[in-house]
């Protein structure tokens, strides 16, 4: 049974290599990366012997649905250009293939890493990283993209070892990177309810801090854990006025803003 790793990218180029030296021995990489990319990415996934495809950037769910449509391999393993599989996570996936693994679907431990330190309160952020190629594909969402297996009823197994996620490379970069999420997400909130006031603003924002800062020991973290929570509290905060701001211009007929075409600096998604 072989793996394919698939992922998406887009100006990687400066982070890329070390993620693909981790997952160097997979039996195939498969890479999606933006036609809108202007670095060295591309060259460089393909000088690792990955395959690259180049796609215009459809939202985060098409285009890592792109990625997996590509794959060939029976088994599937899902990284970002910011991410790292450690040894302990390759060497339980090797021993799991060579064995029969019991469930179809995988839940992977993710490590963030910010400013050089481990978030503990962030950690372990659990996803679905590892799963049979055809037990499932990715909804066409602008953002926060996951992975649905096409049986709802399907158990989930939970793997030994870490993903580790180096975060955004500075605070600029971590702000700009949410206000698009937040601008993304404000739209996707509107599909599902109206927001007709700040208070949903203010009581998300408020439980997100209180949650990672305080109930899961953001404050053990220092300096780096408090200003990564407080800049998620402002992408809650962000999100759903913006989601009051487009209702509003709704209400007054005014011309709604459009869709924005985001740029994809990283392809990891905020906690939800």
Not at 87 to 98: S, V
Not at 109 to 138: M, T
Not at 146 to 169: A, C, K, M, N, T
Request: aromatic fraction near 10%; include cysteine.
């Amino acid at each position: 049974m072989g793996v394919s790793v698939i992922m998406i990218a887009a100006n990687e180029a400066d982070r890329i290599g070390s993620c693909l030296e981790s997952i160097a021995w997979a039996d195939e990489i498969v890479v999606v990366v933006d036609a809108a990319s202007t670095d060295h990415t591309a060259e460089i996934c393909r000088q690792a012997g990955a395959r690259v495809i180049i796609q215009p950037w459809l939202g985060f769910g098409r285009q890592r649905q792109v990625s997996l449509d590509a794959a060939t391999q029976e088994w599937v393993l899902v990284i970002d250009a910011d991410e790292r599989v450690t040894p302990e996570l390759r060497n339980t996936i090797r021993t799991l293939l060579a064995l029969t693994p019991e469930f179809a679907a995988y839940k992977v431990p993710r490590a963030l890493v910010f400013w050089g330190r481990k978030l503990r309160c962030r950690y372990p952020d659990y996803n679905i990283r590892f799963y049979r190629r055809d037990a499932g594909f990715y909804a066409s969402l602008l953002v926060h993209e996951s992975w649905d297996p096409h049986d709802r009823r399907l158990p989930i197994g939970v793997l030994q070892g870490d993903i580790l996620h180096e975060s955004e490379r500075n605070v600029t970069s971590l702000v700009s990177k949410l206000s698009q999420y937040a601008e993304l997400g404000a739209f996707e909130v509107l599909k599902r309810k109206r927001v007709t006031s700040l208070l949903p603003a203010l009581v998300e924002s408020s439980l997100n801090f209180i949650k990672y800062q305080l109930l899961r020991g953001g404050f053990l973290d220092g300096v780096p854990g408090l200003v990564y929570n407080l800049a998620h509290s402002y992408y809650f905060f962000h999100k759903y006025a913006r989601a009051y701001e487009i209702y509003r211009e709704q209400l007054q007929e005014k011309p709604v803003a459009r869709l924005p075409e985001p740029t994809i600096e990283s392809r990891q998604p905020v906690a939800k």
